[in-house]
């Protein structure tokens, strides 16, 4: 499984012109001794819609930016597509079972997100930097009309494009605590709605079950 190199604007990162369609192409969903009993992985599994998860035969190739051309080892481990606000593939991250080695990320936009649950326009849309999180939160939510999306980079920055770009016709809520000033002061000018608690928001629902 090895992307095509292309040359692209960088400036304008789409699916279409990149190539990242094509990341998890040909992949199938892996196998109970492909997931290595994997706890993390096991429970994302059961949690995302069948074939989300899927097991990847070979390296893959970067096809944007400053990169393109450099081997990423994806082989033999599981990749989950990043996805737009329209459903598009524009990325994918890649995990190794059993493992604290950090994920493989390819996104160009910079904005892709793994979705957990239904993408219904009318749903409230929760973000999240961190997967555990929002596993942990749509367990609890999964019978709402509640759509979480999770920036796979952890980083702010990340966090703030990948809302920015999911804000856009859809109400996104971005909860935090209330130490959390800098990630307000972080997403000002962005339409978005702060969900501020006294404790982190998996700590509020556990209390509450």
């Excluded at 074939?51 to 990423?72: A, M, P, S, W």
């Excluded at 509640?146 to 920055?157: A, E, F």
């Excluded at 909860?175 to 700590?203: C, E, F, Q, S, Y």
Aim: proline share 6%; net charge negative.
């Amino acid at each position: 499984m090895t992307t095509t190199p292309q040359t692209i604007d960088n400036k304008k990162a789409h699916a279409d012109n990149t190539g990242a369609h094509t990341l998890l192409q040909d992949c199938k969903p892996p196998t109970e001794e492909q997931l290595a009993n994997d706890p993390f992985l096991i429970k994302l599994n059961d949690m995302l819609e069948p074939e989300r998860l899927l097991f990847v035969t070979g390296d893959t190739t970067i096809y944007y930016g400053e990169q393109i051309g450099k081997t990423e080892p994806t082989a033999n481990i599981i990749g989950l597509a990043l996805t737009d606000k329209p459903g598009d593939i524009v990325g994918a991250v890649f995990y190794t079972p059993n493992s604290k080695v950090k994920p493989i990320v390819i996104d160009p936009t910079g904005y892709g997100a793994i979705v957990i649950g239904d993408t219904n326009k009318a749903y409230e849309v929760i973000a999240f930097n961190d997967l555990d999180d929002g596993i942990e939160v749509y367990s609890y939510l999964m019978s709402s009309d509640k759509t979480i999306i999770v920036s796979p980079q952890k980083t702010k920055q990340c966090l703030k494009k990948m809302v920015q770009h999911w804000s856009s016709g859809s109400q996104v809520t971005v909860p935090m605590t209330l130490d959390g000033k800098g990630l307000i002061n972080l997403l000002a000018g962005v339409k978005a709605r702060a969900l501020v608690t006294v404790a982190h928001i998996v700590t509020m629902l556990h209390a509450a079950s």
